[in-house]
């Protein structure tokens, strides 16, 4: 079983969809959870950051971590196109150990 | 503007020809790494860096070296590239812990080797 299992499959949504991503990961001593956005052509940029359980918006995305079932979800309201980019979950245990990625989710919001 | 810079940002190369894609933070960060990116295989770890002269392999550290003689900089050398070789590279940078704080990565290189 892979440490982080992220469903690559691309995702269309129409202008205004919510957007439900999700990872799920083995390692119950993960306790930093994190999305980046990466847009074409450019590099991973931090877009949400927990600690343990529990959920934290900041504007229209919303990350919730379910630790008793090794979940996480990224959810984004009134999706825009500017929305359009590949996510990627990570995580780790904290301290000096490195952060494990999912393979990343390509969403397209559709005007 | 804090940033972690790579160059080039493309780069089209022979098979066995030696080169070095550079990086560079300007955050004071102690830890920095080096990925790649590929289609279906998401960011794999090449090298990382704790700190000044301290490096240590990732997961796919095959082909690839590097060293870290100032903080600011931590260039990723490939000696003879290979097709295989051919990615899209990433370096990051973190404060200490990286398991902590998150990457900041930079905008990347597109490597081809033919």
């Known amino acids: 079983q892979k440490e982080v299992e992220q469903d690559p499959g691309p995702l269309s949504v129409p202008e205004g969809a919510i957007v439900s991503l999700n990872c799920t990961y083995s390692?119950?001593?993960?306790?930093?959870f994190m999305w980046y956005r990466q847009y074409s052509r450019k590099g991973p940029e931090l877009l949400m950051y927990t600690y343990s359980s529990g959920n934290k918006e900041d504007g229209r995305f919303t990350a919730q971590v379910d630790k008793s079932s090794k979940y996480i979800s990224l959810f984004i309201r009134d999706s825009q196109p500017s929305d359009s980019a590949t996510y990627l979950c990570?995580?780790?245990?904290?301290?000096?150990?490195?952060?494990?990625f999912g393979k990343g989710n390509q969403v397209v919001v559709i005007p | 503007e804090a940033q972690v810079t790579q160059n080039p940002r493309y780069l089209i190369t022979v098979t066995g020809k030696k080169l070095t894609v550079t990086c560079s933070q300007n955050?004071?960060?102690?830890?920095m790494s080096w990925y790649r990116q590929d289609p279906g295989l998401g960011l794999r770890q090449i090298y990382y860096?704790?700190?000044?002269?301290?490096?240590d392999k990732g997961d796919v550290p095959e082909g690839y070296k590097v060293s870290r003689k100032e903080k600011r900089n931590f260039p990723l050398i490939l000696e003879s590239p290979s097709p295989n070789q051919t990615s899209l590279y990433f370096c990051?940078?973190?404060?200490?812990?990286?398991?902590?704080?998150?990457?900041?990565f930079g905008s990347g290189t597109r490597l081809t080797v033919v």
């Open positions: 990570a995580m780790s245990a904290g301290g000096n150990n490195r952060l494990a």
């Open positions: 860096s704790m700190n000044v002269e301290v490096t």
């Open positions: 390692n119950s001593a993960f306790q930093y």
């Open positions: 990051a940078s973190s404060l200490p812990p990286p398991g902590f704080y998150g990457y900041t």
């Open positions: 955050m004071n960060h102690e830890y």
